[in-house]
């Protein structure tokens, strides 16, 4: 079994500040990682996977997130975000033998104040 | 855009029907997972099909139930509908094995009366 936990239910940040969002998992075995965004009234979005080697991983729209093994964790960060990175975020994780079956967060809010 | 849709945008029931939702990707995207996202949760783990046969059931009671095609579309049936079954429903297909990637619809918001 799999388990994911975000940290923060509600992040709210000025613009251009940086972000986290904090991601932690559990897993019995060596898993996939995942974040996606979605937008209200919208499905997901990928923003960044983990499958394997480097633990620092860039995705889209200036996001990058960073495995860490020993902590089970898999935070996502912005150095400077905007007003359109206003949205839901997921922290997901698979098991390696099927990325299909996903096991998600409660996921974090990001409001973005001008 | 992620190539996949889902029909239709909202649905509206009441407690004791049947429904069905329709999914439909792009050509060779061979696994289709079905998910549920309750407001204010992430979503959850339905069920999988791969090359038209389950692949796999999250914690979901046999009302739910689903079915691929040839043709890359696919559909999850409810049946027996209750208030709890008011979601998201969400569909996300792959291209099949090693890709490692989801492609999600714009989800299907389903409310039971």
């Known amino acids: 079994a799999q388990s994911v936990t975000q940290l923060d239910s509600q992040v709210p940040v000025f613009e251009e500040a940086p972000v986290e969002l904090r991601c932690n998992y559990s897993?019995?075995?060596?898993?996939?990682l995942f974040w996606y965004v979605q937008y209200p009234n919208q499905g997901l979005q990928l923003l960044l996977k983990y499958l394997s080697g480097s633990t620092l991983v860039k995705g889209i729209n200036g996001f990058e997130a960073e495995f860490n093994k020993s902590q089970t964790s898999f935070h996502l960060r912005k150095p400077s975000v905007h007003i359109s990175d206003t949205a839901e975020y997921f922290c997901?994780?698979?098991?390696?033998?099927?990325?299909?079956?996903?096991?998600f967060g409660d996921g974090t809010t990001l409001t973005v104040k001008p | 855009e992620t190539g996949v849709t889902q029909s239709p945008t909202h649905l509206i029931k009441t407690r004791g029907q049947q429904v069905t939702l329709r999914c439909s990707s792009q050509?060779?995207?061979?696994?289709v997972s079905w998910y549920q996202q309750a407001l204010g949760q992430g979503p959850q783990f339905i069920f999988q099909y791969y090359r038209e046969e389950e692949n796999g059931r999250g914690n979901f009671p046999p009302r739910f139930s689903g079915l691929q095609f040839p043709n890359y579309s696919s559909e999850l049936n409810v049946n027996a509908l209750e208030l709890d079954d008011s979601a998201l429903y969400l569909c996300a297909t792959e291209r099949g094995a090693g890709y490692n990637e989801q492609f999600f619809g714009p989800g299907t918001r389903l409310t039971v009366l």
């Open positions: 897993s019995s075995v060596s898993v996939y």
């Open positions: 050509s060779g995207h061979n696994t």
């Open positions: 997901a994780v698979s098991q390696r033998t099927n990325a299909g079956k996903s096991t």
